[in-house]
């Protein structure tokens, strides 16, 4: 059964680092583009990162909050992408998720578009206090 599960959630103190893994059985993930989401209480989902496939493997989306701190990479030999946080802040709690779309697209200073075929998975809570 194909799915989508997202790790490496945690405690982190402020100015900490995480790395969020993404990793999927049951389909290749090179051939979908990849989302990072993110989602506090009581506020809507907000689109973080995400990546390209194929050719457009370059081309990446950091929403304006986390540009220059995270990261997200490809890491097609255990079929996972990656979101590396750093520098994490207390604005930075959330429940973490990523989606991978067949159709998708990511486009560099918009960010992930849907378009159907997709995969989510269950979330990773990501807590940065002192």
């Known amino acids: 059964q194909a799915q989508l599960v997202e790790s490496g959630g945690g405690l982190v103190q402020p100015g900490g680092s995480l790395r969020l893994s993404c990793t999927a059985s049951?389909?290749?993930?090179?051939?979908?583009?990849i989302g990072w989401f993110r989602q506090a209480p009581d506020e809507e989902r907000e689109g973080v990162s995400c990546i390209g496939i194929g050719n457009h493997v370059s081309m990446k989306y950091y929403s304006d909050s986390v540009k220059g701190r995270f990261t997200i990479s490809r890491d097609n030999a255990n079929n996972t992408v990656y979101l590396q946080m750093n520098s994490l802040k207390p604005e930075d709690t959330a429940v973490y998720y990523c989606?991978?779309?067949?159709?998708?697209?990511?486009?560099?200073?918009?960010?992930?578009?849907?378009?159907?075929?997709?995969?989510w998975g269950q979330g990773t809570q990501v807590t940065v206090s002192s």
């Open positions: 049951g389909f290749a993930l090179d051939g979908y583009s």
């Open positions: 989606a991978a779309g067949r159709r998708a697209v990511c486009i560099r200073n918009v960010g992930y578009r849907r378009g159907g075929n997709e995969y």
